[in-house]
């Protein structure tokens, strides 16, 4: 099992940044790819972004956060991160963090998922 904990979530302004993370524990041996995804209040759950977290650094985004979102990893640290800038109202939503044995954008290949941290973008 993996066990994965989000912190860094907040109340900000239109064009404030947040900087999210992410920490893994447990059976991280067998993580392959680490992702973030959200979910806005009566919307489904979304993609935002994925990193390969061995093999390489590839990472891939969601065309609603190119060019705002980054999305990074500390192996050292068993830690990934998504730094959000020009944060848009649009944003609100529950942010979560996901570990899986593949590299993958897809919801249903996502092994582990976090609680959950709230991000809220006021006008």
């Known amino acids: 099992q993996v066990q994965l904990v989000e912190s860094g979530g907040g109340l900000v302004q239109a064009g404030d940044s947040l900087r999210l993370s992410c920490a893994a524990s447990?059976?991280?041996?067998?993580?392959?790819?680490m992702g973030w995804f959200r979910q806005a209040p009566g919307k489904e759950r979304e993609f935002v972004a994925t990193?390969?977290?061995?093999?390489?650094?590839?990472?891939y985004y969601a065309d609603f956060v190119k060019g705002r979102f980054t999305i990074s990893r500390d192996n050292t640290k068993s830690a990934m991160y998504l730094e959000m800038n020009s944060l848009k109202p649009e944003d609100t939503a529950i942010y979560f963090c996901?570990?899986?044995?593949?590299?993958?954008?897809?919801?249903?290949?996502?092994?582990?998922w976090g609680q959950g941290t709230q991000v809220t973008v006021s006008s």
């Open positions: 447990g059976r991280t041996a067998s993580i392959y790819g």
């Open positions: 990193i390969r977290w061995r093999g390489g650094t590839d990472t």
């Open positions: 996901t570990a899986g044995p593949t590299y993958s954008y897809r919801v249903e290949r996502q092994d582990y």
